[in-house]
């Protein structure tokens, strides 16, 4: 909630303990700049904090397809092993029932330790809500 949600209210405030007309303008006034100041500075901060994702995201779009070492290859393994889980495989398993092919693909369970190993690497754990709240971040 920003501070311009809470202008009409700290004028009804200012309007009942100060009586002078003229104090009570520039006292308006004052608040209305602080208002201004503090949503500029958060919207400096995020004009900042944007811009700073533009340059990682440029650094990230000059690699090439496995320069990043580990993390791309697990990726695509995991890619690829959630599309035969979920794509591929049950297109051979409806294929084989329509047209009785004989052939059966071989049943891979991947449900849970491969969705656990994407949600790490895409850092959905959690831990960085947890270093926010504490205010580490």
């Known amino acids: 909630m920003t501070i311009a949600a809470f202008l009409p209210l700290v ?7 100060i009586p002078d007309p003229e104090a009570q303008a520039e006292a308006k006034l004052k ?3 602080m208002a201004q ?3 500029l500075a958060a919207m400096q901060a995020d004009l900042q904090l944007a811009l700073g994702q533009m340059e990682i995201n440029k650094e990230e779009a000059k690699a090439d397809l496995f320069r990043g070492g580990w993390r791309p ?4 393994i995991i890619g690829c092993s959630l599309a035969f889980q979920y794509l591929v495989n049950p297109l051979l398993l409806w294929m084989n029932a329509l047209f009785n092919l ?10 849970g330790m491969m969705w656990e190993l994407m949600l790490g690497l895409l850092g959905l754990g959690g831990l960085r ?3 926010r709240i504490k205010g580490k971040a």
């Open 129 to 131: 809500t947890y270093e």
């Open 37 to 39: 100041d503090g949503e």
């Open 11 to 17: 004028g009804t405030l200012l309007d009942k303990f």
């Open 31 to 33: 608040m209305l700049k």
């Open 73 to 76: 290859l697990i990726g695509y």
């Open 102 to 111: 004989g052939v059966t693909p071989p049943d891979i369970q991947l449900d």
